[in-house]
């Protein structure tokens, strides 16, 4: 379905519509291209849309862009450093360029950028809110349309974007969370089997060179340093049935 400035009778079902396809997607980066589409549905004017989720240190982590001109535009930023859309994250508020060939605010994103065609743009951060009140809501990336004429957003436009950014913001905060809890459990699980295979190994030398644990595990780090090889390599080196480890020294 292809909505195009919905008026504000039609927004309701609009977010319904934008939830549901939101919730129907498992990762982020799928997450984020699903909501550059919408963007670019709901805006008349739009010749593309893109979404960008940055992380504190202003990189990019997710990105996503209905199309090769603005994946370009948003490349320029993020390699100059400047931009409308880096500015409506840093800043946590709109930015709408109304005629890049005469926007003065990033010199050379404006210069770089205006002979892609894409003239006029609105940014809006995506914002999550601090769920104790005591802070201002942590900017998380930005939701940007493109234009390939200029004047092609208003008041009304910036509207709209915004209040689909809203909710938008939110879902794709939780789905971070969530992956990085994810990720976080799978370390785990590497570094507790990891340890666990040193000491079935520290196990089996001791057994094998009658020795404690202590000089187990020295022998286990010297042939690390000998082989180059990570602790957990040589101890899975010496669990194998191999008769060349009765070698060891």
Request: with cysteine.
């Amino acid at each position: 379905m292809t909505r195009k400035h919905p008026k504000a009778a039609e927004l309701p079902e609009m977010f319904a519509w934008v939830s549901g396809l939101l919730l129907t997607e498992p990762v982020v980066d799928r997450a984020v291209e699903s909501l550059a589409q919408v963007a670019h549905e709901s805006l008349a004017g739009s010749m593309g849309a893109g979404g960008t989720l940055i992380d504190a240190q202003g990189r990019p982590t997710s990105t996503a862009s209905t199309n090769a001109l603005v994946k370009e535009a948003d490349r320029l930023q993020y390699d100059l450093g400047q931009g409308p859309c880096l500015s409506a994250w840093a800043g946590g508020r709109i930015v709408r360029v109304d005629d890049v060939r005469t926007d003065r605010r990033w010199p050379e994103w404006s210069a770089a950028s205006a002979p892609l065609g894409l003239l006029s743009c609105i940014s809006v951060p995506l914002l999550v809110p601090d769920i104790s009140g005591s802070s201002e809501p942590e900017p998380i990336g930005a939701l940007k349309v493109y234009a390939d004429r200029p004047h092609a957003f208003d008041e009304h436009s910036e509207q709209i974007l915004s209040l689909l950014a809203g909710p938008a913001a939110l879902f794709l905060s939780n789905l971070q969370a969530r992956e990085r809890a994810a990720t976080l459990s799978e370390a785990l699980k590497d570094a507790l089997h990891t340890r666990s295979v040193i000491d079935m190994a520290k196990g089996v030398l001791m057994e094998r060179l009658q020795v404690g644990e202590r000089d187990a595990l020295q022998v286990m780090m010297a042939r690390s340093r000998d082989e180059d090889a990570r602790l957990s390599t040589v101890a899975r080196g010496i669990l194998e049935p191999r008769t060349d480890l009765d070698r060891t020294p």
